[in-house]
């Protein structure tokens, strides 16, 4: 079986683990992250590492008779507020946050004194810096957004739409979602195999944080993400994720995709809402199939039976605040860093949130694994401590 992979160069820990796991079970992979217009084909499977990739994927499949995803699908699971229309047609809408893609002020109005986030509709949660935009930023209310953000210059360019090129030029525009005031969520990493079966593999536990950027405004970021047993998820999360996956895959007629999340949003005291269903393999699968040697994937992908004797722990380090100097030799640690990490050398920040999205800040990610919740967190205790041992400051 050929495949091919459609990525961007950025994301590279998406499609890596990918690649070899098909390749491991004897299929042939070819990976383009640039120049789609110039793929030639045919291939037997199309894997879209990015959402936004997705009505490609749909466009080659249609081209190479492939029934995976349709068109339409593709152009609904790449859209945030596109998704959340269809949940709500779908019989969803309990557990979909409201949201609209605002054109004037009175579109406004029933966040008059409500928080609400503001994300386009296509794209990830990598912001810009503060100053400059408004992507995945939250505000106390109205009032609080039109002291901050030239209202008017967001609501004409909601009238038309962005062609945003780091996302395949697709139209994009800012839609303006409820904030979820809760503390944590549940995400679960599932397959659909190439008959429309449901596979749940395993479970995230991630804690909120938030960070106050100024007087308007603020973010709320998960810190981490903690792989947990199905005993540990509250009942009426897997009920809805059940009812949620179901839902979708039967009414778009999924196979042969990857899910990460959706995101349950949880607090015993309120609703559960749901946000970024992402159809694509996500970091932590890929972190799982490293810490269980790189044979899970090749056994989901294979529909064979699987075990999970090895938990993992996707966390920042919680490093001491201030500008580096020096940094010793790390090598020993590298089997717990994340790819993605920056690089520390002098000169680098380390901020006091270390959760913010700010280039010039060194943002240490950590793949913990362990047996279970105390083992993980009594080797994340460890590594953090080496790892501040090998920095020195200025």
Request: with cysteine; glycine share 4%.
């Given at each position: ?5 459609i990525g ?7 499609w ?7 390749e ?6 070819d990976i383009?992250i640039e120049?789609?217009?110039?793929i030639?084909g045919p291939?037997d499977?199309v ?10 994927q749909?466009?080659l499949?249609k081209?190479w008779?492939?029934?995976?995803i ?8 790449s859209?945030k ?6 949940c709500?047609?779908v019989?969803l ?6 949201s609209?893609?605002?054109t004037?002020?009175?579109?406004l109005q029933r966040?008059k004194n ?8 296509i794209?990830?949660?990598?912001k810009m810096?503060y100053d ?5 930023i939250?505000?106390?209310?109205t009032e609080?957004?039109m002291?901050?953000v ?9 009238k ?5 090129e780091k996302f395949n ?6 839609m303006?979602?409820e904030?979820l005031?809760h503390?944590m969520?549940?995400?679960p990493?599932?397959y659909?195999?190439e008959?429309g ?6 479970w995230?536990?991630a804690?909120v944080?938030?960070n106050k950027?100024d007087?308007l405004r603020?973010?709320c970021k998960?810190?981490?993400?903690m792989m ?14 059940e009812?949620f996956?179901e839902?979708?895959v039967d009414e ?11 995101d349950f ?6 609703p559960?809402k749901?946000i970024?269903?992402?159809?694509r393999?996500g970091?932590g699968?890929?972190?799982l199939?490293?810490v269980?040697?790189?044979e899970?994937l ?7 039976p699987?075990?999970?004797d090895t938990?993992?722990w996707?966390v920042?380090a ?7 100097k020096?940094v010793k030799d790390?090598?020993?640690?590298q089997e717990?860093?994340l ?6 050398h002098?000169g ?6 270390t959760y913010?999205v ?25 590594i953090?401590?080496?790892?501040q041992?090998c920095i020195?400051y200025?």
């Amino acid at each position: 079986m050929k495949n091919l992979i459609i990525g961007y160069p950025r994301g590279r820990n998406k499609w890596h683990g990918l690649s070899k796991a098909l390749e491991k079970i004897g299929q042939e992979v070819d990976i383009v992250i640039e120049n789609f217009n110039q793929i030639e084909g045919p291939y037997d499977r199309v894997w879209a590492m990015a959402e936004s990739l997705l009505p490609l994927q749909a466009q080659l499949e249609k081209k190479w008779g492939i029934d995976n995803i349709s068109e339409e699908a593709a152009d609904i699971l790449s859209d945030k507020k596109k998704m959340d229309d269809f949940c709500i047609s779908v019989g969803l809408q309990e557990i979909i946050p409201y949201s609209v893609i605002p054109t004037n002020l009175d579109d406004l109005q029933r966040f008059k004194n409500k928080s609400f986030i503001i994300k386009p509709v296509i794209g990830s949660g990598t912001k810009m810096d503060y100053d400059t935009s408004v992507d995945y930023i939250s505000y106390k209310n109205t009032e609080e957004f039109m002291k901050s953000v030239p209202c008017d210059l967001l609501f004409k360019v909601n009238k038309t739409g962005f062609y945003d090129e780091k996302f395949n030029n697709r139209l994009n525009f800012y839609m303006v979602q409820e904030h979820l005031a809760h503390t944590m969520f549940y995400a679960p990493y599932i397959y659909i195999n190439e008959e429309g079966n449901i596979k749940f593999i395993t479970w995230i536990e991630a804690t909120v944080e938030y960070n106050k950027i100024d007087e308007l405004r603020f973010e709320c970021k998960p810190t981490n993400f903690m792989m947990v047993d199905s005993s540990e998820v509250p009942q009426r999360v897997k009920y809805y994720s059940e009812f949620f996956f179901e839902t979708i895959v039967d009414e778009l007629k999924l196979k042969n995709m990857f899910f990460a999340g959706p995101d349950f949003y949880y607090n015993v005291n309120l609703p559960i809402k749901i946000i970024d269903a992402n159809p694509r393999i996500g970091q932590g699968l890929q972190i799982l199939n490293e810490v269980h040697n790189e044979e899970l994937l090749p056994k989901i992908l294979s529909n064979e039976p699987f075990e999970l004797d090895t938990y993992f722990w996707w966390v920042l380090a919680d490093l001491k605040p201030g500008t580096i100097k020096e940094v010793k030799d790390m090598s020993h640690l590298q089997e717990y860093m994340l790819t993605t990490n920056p690089e520390l050398h002098a000169g680098k920040v380390i901020p006091k949130f270390t959760y913010g999205v700010i280039e010039q800040y060194a943002k240490i990610g950590l793949k913990i694994p362990g047996k279970n919740r105390t083992d993980m967190i009594e080797t994340y205790r460890s590594i953090n401590s080496q790892i501040q041992d090998c920095i020195v400051y200025a």
